[in-house]
Nanobody
Framework: VQLQASGGGLVQPGGSLRLSCAVS????????MGWYRQAPGKERELVAD???????NYGDSVKGRFTISRDNAKNTVYLQMNSLKPEDTAVYYC??????????????WGQGTQVTVSS
């Protein structure tokens, strides 16, 4: 499984960015796609995730500002980030978790994309 993330960059406070992550390989039907982030000196935290059934979870700090979605035909997950704040500055990592029939589960990470919110 490989994850290819894109869409990071520099944006002013109050601006928007959209991250994308394409997953390739054997997906299996039961899976979760998501985004985590890690700021300097801080632990990696959940930003948002979305299950293959469409259920979503959001970190408290992004609720109401970020929206996660997925295109199952393209095996791609998106993160629309609006009303960005300087504290959203971090490296954003795409995450993919899948249930493998009989064998168990696996978890995979993308390479990370930098998001910087600054004037």
């Amino acid at each position: 499984v490989q994850l290819q993330a894109s869409g990071g960059g520099l944006v002013q406070p109050g601006g928007s960015l959209r991250l994308s992550c394409a997953v390739s390989g054997t997906i299996f039907s039961i899976n979760t796609m998501g985004w985590y982030r890690q700021a300097p000196g801080k632990e990696r935290e959940l930003v948002a995730d979305i299950s293959s059934g469409g259920s979503t979870n959001y970190g408290d700090s992004v609720k109401g500002r970020f929206t996660i979605s997925r295109d199952n035909a393209k095996n791609t997950v998106y993160l629309q980030m609006n009303s960005l704040k300087p504290e959203d500055t971090a490296v954003y990592y795409c995450n993919f978790q899948r249930i493998i029939p009989v064998a168990g589960s696996s978890e995979h990470w993308g390479q990370g994309t930098q998001v910087t919110v600054s004037s």
